[in-house]
Nanobody, 114 residues
Framework: QVHFVESGGGVVLPGGSLRLSCAVSGITFSLTAMGWYRQAPGKEREFVAGIGSSRNTNYVDSVKGRFTISRDNGKTTVYLQMNSLKPEDTAVYYC????????WGQGTQVTVSS
């Protein structure tokens, strides 16, 4: 059974930065594409960023140039470095496989507010 534990969220001013982490267990991590997703209040969960087993990456247009996804196969952990944060980035952030398995962790709350 796949297990995701997200951390690193918080409250930050517009223009600030955060680094999210997600510890993953229950899969052959190094062979699995991973993604970050987010769900804002009153909205559907959406894809944010993905990284393949060969470390190729892709991003939703709204975060390109501001967010960077990375992975550490030795630690079975995926990261999301978020810079130049905007109020519209406020959401609960989740990691999952890509495509997602349908089972989700608890997520980590990111709030961007002045």
């Amino acid at each position: 059974q796949v297990h995701f534990v997200e951390s690193g969220g918080g409250v930050v001013l517009p223009g600030g930065s955060l680094r999210l982490s997600c510890a993953v267990s229950g899969i052959t991590f190094s062979l699995t594409a991973m993604g970050w997703y987010r769900q804002a209040p009153g909205k559907e969960r959406e894809f944010v960023a993905g990284i393949g087993s060969s470390r190729n990456t892709n991003y939703v247009d709204s975060v390109k140039g501001r967010f960077t996804i990375s992975r550490d196969n030795g630690k079975t952990t995926v990261y999301l470095q978020m810079n130049s944060l905007k109020p519209e980035d406020t959401a609960v952030y989740y990691c999952n496989t890509l495509p997602n398995t349908g089972g989700w962790g608890q997520g980590t709350q990111v709030t961007v507010s002045s």
